[in-house]
């Protein structure tokens, strides 16, 4: 199959939400943004080897009280300032794509395609 058709197709599917977070601590393996609701972000910077192409980051949502959650491997794009994740659909079992777009050299990332912090603003 195409691959241009492939990604055309992802995009369709990919929703128009989009949420922003801002940086708010940076250490040495990993950044945390925050949300303007208080959800946590943690990006983690890959350091393991691959027998494939390997993500850049691991994507995790913060929880308190509990252990950060895994959402998605971020794999890098043509735009060095963008990359791309999945999360599965639990009731379809579809791949649901979605894009990091980092802003301002970091200090601000966005995700389209999903909505990490239920529709709450």
């Known amino acids: 199959m195409n691959s241009r058709y ?3 197709t992802a995009n369709q599917r990919m929703s128009k939400h989009e949420d922003s977070y801002r940086l708010v601590a ?7 943004y925050s949300h303007p609701n208080g959800g946590k972000l943690i990006l983690v910077k ?3 080897t691959y027998t494939r192409k390997p993500p850049t980051y691991y994507l995790k949502r913060s929880i308190k009280g509990s252990k950060p959650e895994y959402i998605s491997g971020l794999f890098p794009t043509a735009n060095p300032t963008e990359f791309s994740g999945d999360i599965k659909d639990p009731n379809t079992g579809m791949k649901n794509m ?5 802003h301002e050299g970091g200090d601000r990332l966005t995700i389209e395609g ?8």
């Open 26 to 32: 940076q250490q040495p393996t990993s950044n945390v």
């Open 46 to 48: 890959v350091n393991r």
């Open 114 to 121: 999903i909505d990490l912090e239920g529709g709450r603003a």
């Open 6 to 8: 492939l990604e055309s």
């Open 98 to 102: 979605f894009k990091v777009c980092f």
